[in-house]
């Protein structure tokens, strides 16, 4: 693994002041290293400014202090370079799976007929062959959300941004997702932050954890997870991953007994 | 009897059958009470009044026609114009959004005699109420439509640094479209009746005129008759915007 940072968030803070009332601290002074290739997972409760963090890397909200700097550029305002994989998959209903993935082509004003081989091949890496042509109506939560992640992926942005994709899903289609996506990101070797509400979850997927307190939302600590690739569902039951999730647990229970 | 083989038969046998009782009915009790003709007529008596007019229902009828196909073209047209405009600007819509409702909640039955006055006796003032009648539901419903376009394809395509053009031409519009369609087919059932306001006021044609005049003149069948082409356009403009939307919005279909 390439040991190049490709995202560097410098005691970065969020801070939203709305007419008359006090502020919300919604991200507190928060630094971050993501090298290259990596896959790191941000688990917190509800409202802990997960999501904002995503949106700041992004560039769709801008920090109150801090920097942020994305493949050697400093963040200021929407990145391109970046694709999001939201909770719902988002999909326009009017526009096959195949347009769907193009469509951040057509926003980059692309030429959409260039990149279509490219579209095709990544919904077969998402197990989407012979539905290049399905309206999302036709598809599933599951395979929605498949669509979506090769639409994240048609423009080979540097960082895959992820908001709890799976959190929609049922337990089984997100456990089955959950490979797919190791399996996806073995092949393509993408830089992913990834949130979620699910302890294992984050373990199972993650380089390393980073584990986030609610309001106001800072990390509280940052968790190495040293199983080896291609992860296993039998993981989950090795010493390593129950450590890991029991001190996930800790920390996050302990500081909300403690507010 | 077993129900549920009832609900094999296509949609329409059942109301037809609950029509045709109804009109059965109608017939007897006024042939059984020999009510006359100018109180009520019979559906038999309305059917022959119709048919031999002396071509005065299919020439009213057109008129009535032109008059709300026109006056709900222009609202369509303006109506979804001033929808985007109340979204796509704070400033326009602190603006002109409650000087619309204040135009909404003027009767427009009380408008009428005044555009009369105004624009004179022939098609143009019928228009124009048939569009005030009718552009507030399509300025609301296109609102509505641009508003619920999912924030996370906008967003996305903010983050793909998309034109406000193509954002709105690509995501904003059609996500819109079905609750366009909603409003459209509120507004074409009110044009028709914004027609036949118009009509009724003051007018030497039409549908509005022709049931105004065949009352005063006991032609009372006559009158029965313009209505009921009058409910039969209503239904098939209605259904004529479905229609519409079913090929322009196909991914609305439940």
Request: proline share 6%; aromatic share 8%; charged share 20%.
């Amino acid at each position: 693994m390439s040991s190049a940072s490709v995202l560097r968030l410098d005691s970065v803070s969020l801070i939203y002041k709305s007419r008359g009332q006090k502020e919300l601290t919604a991200l507190q002074s928060m630094s971050l290293d993501v090298r290259d290739e990596e896959f790191i997972t941000i688990v917190g409760q509800s409202g802990c400014g997960k999501s904002t963090l995503l949106r700041l890397v992004s560039g769709l909200l801008a920090p109150t202090t801090g920097t942020i700097g994305l493949a050697g550029r400093p963040v200021t305002g929407p990145r391109s370079d970046v694709g999001i994989v939201f909770q719902s998959p988002v999909l326009l209903p009017w526009r096959t799976s195949l347009e769907n993935v193009l469509l951040p082509i057509e926003f980059l004003k692309k030429d959409s007929a260039q990149y279509e081989t490219r579209a095709r091949e990544l919904l077969a890496l998402v197990g989407l062959k012979g539905f290049e042509n399905a309206y999302p109506r036709a598809l599933s939560g599951g395979m929605q959300q498949r669509v979506s992640i090769s639409r994240a992926l048609v423009s080979d942005p540097r960082i895959l941004l992820m908001d709890e994709p799976f959190g929609a899903l049922d337990a089984m289609t997100r456990e089955e997702l959950s490979f797919e996506l190791l399996r996806i990101w073995e092949e393509r070797k993408k830089t992913v932050l990834f949130v979620t509400h699910s302890i294992p979850e984050a373990v199972l997927l993650a380089n390393r954890v980073v584990v986030m307190t609610p309001r106001p939302a800072r990390v509280a600590k940052i968790i190495e997870v040293n199983l080896p690739r291609p992860r296993t569902l039998a993981m989950e039951f090795s010493s390593e991953f129950r450590q890991a999730t029991d001190e996930i647990r800790e920390l996050i229970y302990q500081k909300r007994q403690a507010t | 009897m077993n129900y549920d083989r009832l609900w094999n038969l296509p949609s329409w046998f059942l109301p037809t059958v609950a029509m045709v009782v109804l009109l059965l009915l109608w017939e007897a009790v006024v042939d059984a009470f020999s009510i006359p003709l100018f109180v009520i007529p019979a559906p038999s008596d309305i059917l022959h009044a119709s048919i031999h007019s002396g071509g005065r229902i299919p020439f009213h009828t057109f008129i009535t026609l032109y008059e709300t196909i026109a006056g709900f073209a222009v609202a369509t047209v303006i109506g979804i114009g001033l929808g985007i405009v109340i979204v796509s600007s704070r400033l326009l819509r602190d603006m002109f959004f409650p000087l619309l409702v204040i135009a909404q909640s003027v009767p427009k039955v009380a408008i009428a005699p005044v555009l009369l006055i105004t624009l004179g006796y022939g098609e143009l003032p019928k228009i124009i109420i048939v569009f005030l009648v009718c552009f507030f539901p399509i300025v609301v419903s296109t609102a509505a439509g641009l508003e619920s376009a999912p924030k996370e394809v906008l967003d996305l395509a903010r983050s793909m640094s998309a034109t406000t053009f193509d954002a709105f031409r690509k995501v904003r519009f059609p996500s819109a479209m079905p609750q366009i369609f909603v409003g459209l087919k509120v507004a074409v059932i009110l044009a028709v009746i914004g027609a036949i306001i118009g009509e009724f006021v003051g007018s030497d044609r039409g549908l509005g005129y022709l049931i105004l005049i065949s009352m005063s003149q006991a032609e009372t069948p006559l009158a029965f008759g313009a209505i009921a082409v009058l409910a039969i356009l209503s239904i098939l403009l209605f259904y004529g915007v479905e229609l519409l939307e079913r090929i322009l919005v196909p991914w609305a279909q439940d």
